[in-house]
């Protein structure tokens, strides 16, 4: 499944943006979607999955602030990011898979370009 990250900008902390996440391919409703970033020297780290069924798992750091969601008849996931830091600062990557395991590891072959989000303080 390809996908497209948009959404992305330059907001001030506390602030809020959402990241959408479009994918080319009907099979998109059977895979699990995740949402990852990079910040500059860091390595790029699981922000938010959902499964194919709606559960959902975040990372510590947003948890209570940021919330993943999909529309399978618009074949998109989003990203809803409230009370921003800027630690949050980073490019936002999205990928897919049909394995659970998969989407949480990171475990992809390949990336998309993701967009950018920063944020001032």
């Known amino acids: 499944v390809q996908l497209q990250a948009s959404g992305g900008g330059l907001v001030q902390a506390g602030g809020f943006l959402r990241l959408s996440c479009a994918a080319s391919?009907?099979?998109?409703?059977?895979?699990?979607i995740g949402w990852y970033r990079q910040a500059p020297g860091k390595q790029r780290e699981l922000v938010a999955a959902?499964?194919?069924?709606?559960?959902?798992d975040y990372s510590d750091s947003v948890k209570g602030r940021f919330t993943i969601s999909r529309d399978n008849a618009k074949k998109t996931v989003y990203l809803q990011m409230n009370s921003l830091k800027p630690e949050d600062t980073a490019i936002y990557y999205c990928?897919?898979?049909?394995?659970?395991?998969?989407?949480?590891?990171?475990?992809?072959?390949?990336w998309g370009q993701g967009t950018l989000v920063t944020v001032s303080s």
């Open positions: 990928n897919s898979d049909l394995r659970w395991r998969t989407v949480v590891a990171a475990d992809f072959g390949s």
């Open positions: 391919e009907k099979t998109f409703s059977v895979n699990a």
């Open positions: 959902i499964s194919s069924g709606g559960s959902t």
